[in-house]
């Protein structure tokens, strides 16, 4: 299966602190056609507020937990809400919307997450469920754009190998690394 609709796809943002960027990267993301889901992580700056009236949908915790939280309760939220796949994004302004299509489009039945890095020479990394179980290394380099080392795409069916939990993602990427 490929995820290239934006129905099929959720971009989950964990912000902190972030009102002076956050309605532009939300607006860029809405405007490519995805639904969007900001976690404010106890920001005192109205990121939230911002947030909100630039079109995402916003889990607010009461105070600071820290990305990791953040991601999980975006990611949690996402499934609930029927995502086939999740799209992280940096609430600073250094992931682009126009990548999202492809790294979505490289999920298939087989492929657990996709990571995008600028450091990996314009190459995204594919991880099979298959591959995880022999070894924790990473297969299928993809080439494309200029995607930051925080940028992960996650196929619903990953969660459903290691439960609906999403701190299995933060778990598979440790495998890998």
Not at 18 to 42: K, N
Not at 43 to 63: K, N, R
Not at 78 to 86: E, F, P, Q, S, V
């Amino acid at each position: 299966m490929s995820y290239c609709e934006p129905n099929d796809v959720c971009v989950v943002i964990a912000a902190y602190n972030e009102a002076a960027v956050i309605a532009r990267v939300v607006a860029d993301v809405r405007r490519a056609g995805y639904p969007v889901v900001v976690v404010d992580d106890g920001s005192g700056d109205g990121t939230a507020l911002v947030a909100q009236s630039a079109g995402a949908m916003v889990i607010q915790h009461p105070f600071n937990l820290g990305q990791g939280a953040a991601l999980q309760s975006a990611i949690d939220f996402a499934l609930a809400r029927g995502a086939d796949a999740i799209v992280t994004f940096d609430a600073d302004g250094q992931h682009k919307a126009s990548d999202i299509p492809r790294l979505a489009r490289a999920l298939r039945d087989d492929v657990d997450f996709v990571l995008g890095s600028r450091f990996l020479g314009g190459q995204c990394m594919a991880q099979t469920a298959r591959d995880r179980r022999r070894d924790s290394g990473v297969r299928a380099p993809l080439r494309g754009g200029d995607s930051s080392a925080t940028h992960r795409t996650f196929a619903r069916h990953h969660f459903s190998i290691h439960g609906r939990r999403s701190s299995s993602c933060v778990q598979a990427l440790r495998d890998w690394r």
